[in-house]
């Protein structure tokens, strides 16, 4: 595919918010090669509420194959991943190979869903959603390329042309995000290793990577961050590369002597995100010449961006961080979406990390530092609920327990409300957590909307609350040997315990991480088992 045409798919995605529906026509009748529909489904059989969370009736506007159809839906309100899966469930049946492209009600914002099925022994066959957003302000490398691989013309071929099952196949392939993060672990790799050979500091080679390896994950950090719109500078979203621009631009010092990450990221570190003082300090009146470096952005409070003796006595290259930027961080999409083994955005999200810091931490065989594969992680946190669960409400039948913890469903409950409860008196703890994979999953599955006791005779329809355990700061705890590991495990916990930002300006009320002490602690004074045992 030429570069024109993977262009000709950005500029139609970058136009979706403002040209809406002829952008998408023209996207999939023009350059995808789909033929042109245009019939609308009808609702009136619907139950549960589905039809109400529409707008209008879903469209089928695209075709292929005489049986694979593209049907677009039109929610009444924001895009919600449960009202989604949930309108897709009354489709399917009789559009069985399809792609599923939502708005939310000014059609502004787009999800582009493939569903495919997968199958295991306990669960048996269940459909996994994986989407694609387009938004304002999303960065549409990766979408482009995967929407790129959506053409018609490189579905596979048989004796009698293509079939529905052939495109099907070839959607399941492009929204593959094992391909897309697995091309971002290579690409971290190289520029991971450049900057490593970069440094101008006679230290030791695991120095140097344990280094390297803080100043990465405070960037990619930053880069979650930024997907959340916490942080802005000169009213630009795209924060890191802003930042760059100005100091490229803007510095008084000659280039010869400037550094940007002497200058502008340990200021941003070890003055804005964090500060000596362990307090905020944003309002006070001497804060204004760091925010005049920095930007708008929040308090953290140390963890990560705590200050350590070697941040000033070493400094990456200009260079290398422009290779950062360009090369990975605004080379991929990054997604703060919660994925779940069965809902996942085809893009980089925050758990890659765990992944690149059991690939790239020194001596990570020795110490059994090994990363856990997410569903792996899903499936041992969910067997773990139901076996407390079984311990915790005797009276209640094994298999009504595992329904409630894997569909979040109570009907066959005796006691709904028994269960809730038991839930919220969980407690958790991870003595060896790393950088925290089953206690973040953990928390992911407490934090899925469980039924009322009152909607017993009902099934989830997306209205449920969360269950209230606040964060898991009252029901999780883990430590660790590793000091990295453990400040990753604490970011990630407090960026899911943080309030989703509801709009593009920057409010502190609504993107303040909390400064309160995480739950993960620093085991320093774990000593490794004798050699062989």
């Not at 999303?138 to 071929?157: K, P, S």
């Not at 697995?182 to 490593?196: D, N, Q, S, T, V």
């Not at 020795?366 to 067997?383: D, I, L, N, Q």
Request: aromatic residues 12%.
């Amino acid at each position: 595919m030429g570069t024109s045409f993977r262009q000709s798919i950005q500029d139609l995605l970058t136009a979706l918010p403002t040209q809406k529906l002829e952008a998408l026509k023209q996207l999939f009748w023009s350059e995808l090669n789909y033929a042109r529909a245009n019939a609308p489904l009808s609702t009136r059989a619907w139950t549960d509420g589905a039809a109400e969370s529409l707008a209008e009736a879903p469209v089928l506007f695209a075709t292929a194959a005489e049986g694979f159809h593209i049907i677009y839906c039109r929610l009444a309100g924001n895009l919600n991943l449960t009202t989604e899966r949930l309108i897709v469930g009354k489709i399917l049946p009789e559009h069985p190979y399809g792609l599923f492209v939502f708005s939310d009600v000014g059609q502004m914002r787009w999800h582009f869903v493939n569903v495919k099925y997968t199958s295991s022994k306990a669960s048996g066959s269940r459909r996994l959603f994986r989407r694609i957003t387009v938004a304002p302000y999303e960065f549409l490398r990766t979408a482009t390329e995967r929407i790129t691989l959506l053409d018609v013309e490189l579905a596979q071929h048989d004796l009698f042309g293509v079939s529905p099952a052939a495109v099907q196949a070839l959607h399941d392939e492009a929204f593959d995000v094992e391909k897309v993060t697995k091309k971002f672990f290579e690409k971290y790799r190289e520029i991971f290793e450049l900057a490593e050979d970069s440094l101008p500091c006679d230290w030791s080679p695991e120095q140097k990577r344990l280094y390297t390896q803080k100043f990465f994950n405070r960037l990619m950090f930053l880069a979650f961050l930024e997907r959340k719109g916490w942080m802005a500078f000169n009213g630009r979203r795209d924060y890191l590369r802003a930042l760059f621009d100005d100091y490229i631009h803007n510095d008084p010092e000659k280039r010869t002597q400037a550094n940007f990450h002497r200058k502008r990221l340990n200021a941003l570190f070890f003055m804005g995100l964090s500060n000596s003082r362990e307090q905020d300090v944003r309002n006070e009146a001497g804060y204004k010449p760091i925010m005049d470096l920095i930007g708008q952005v929040p308090y953290l409070n140390g963890g990560l961006f705590d200050k350590e003796a070697d941040d000033e006595t070493c400094f990456f290259p200009d260079t290398v961080v422009a290779h950062i930027l360009t090369d990975l961080i605004y080379a991929f999409n990054f997604t703060v979406t919660e994925s779940t083994p069965l809902d996942v955005e085809v893009a980089v999200d925050p758990e890659m990390l765990g992944k690149i810091f059991e690939e790239l931490v020194t001596g990570r065989h020795e110490s059994g530092s090994y990363y856990t594969p997410k569903p792996v992680v899903a499936f041992m946190c969910r067997e773990a609920l139901k076996g407390y669960l079984e311990t915790a409400l005797p009276a209640e039948p094994p298999e009504a327990l595992a329904r409630f913890v894997e569909e979040h469903e109570g009907r066959a409950l005796r006691d709904p409300e028994a269960a809730l409860e038991a839930l919220k008196r969980i407690k958790v703890c991870d003595p060896a957590c790393g950088s925290g994979a089953y206690l973040l999953g953990m928390l992911r599955e407490l934090r899925h909307p469980f039924p009322g006791p009152e909607e017993r005779l009902r099934t989830q329809t997306g209205d449920h609350p969360e269950l209230p355990v606040r964060g898991g700061y009252r029901s999780i705890r883990g430590q660790y040997c590793a000091p990295a590991a453990v400040a990753l495990a604490d970011r990630g916990f407090r960026r899911r315990d943080a309030p989703a930002a509801a709009q593009p300006e920057l409010q502190d009320r609504d993107r303040r991480q909390p400064d309160r002490p995480g739950p993960f602690r620093w085991a320093g004074n774990w000593v490794p088992p004798p050699t062989g045992r």
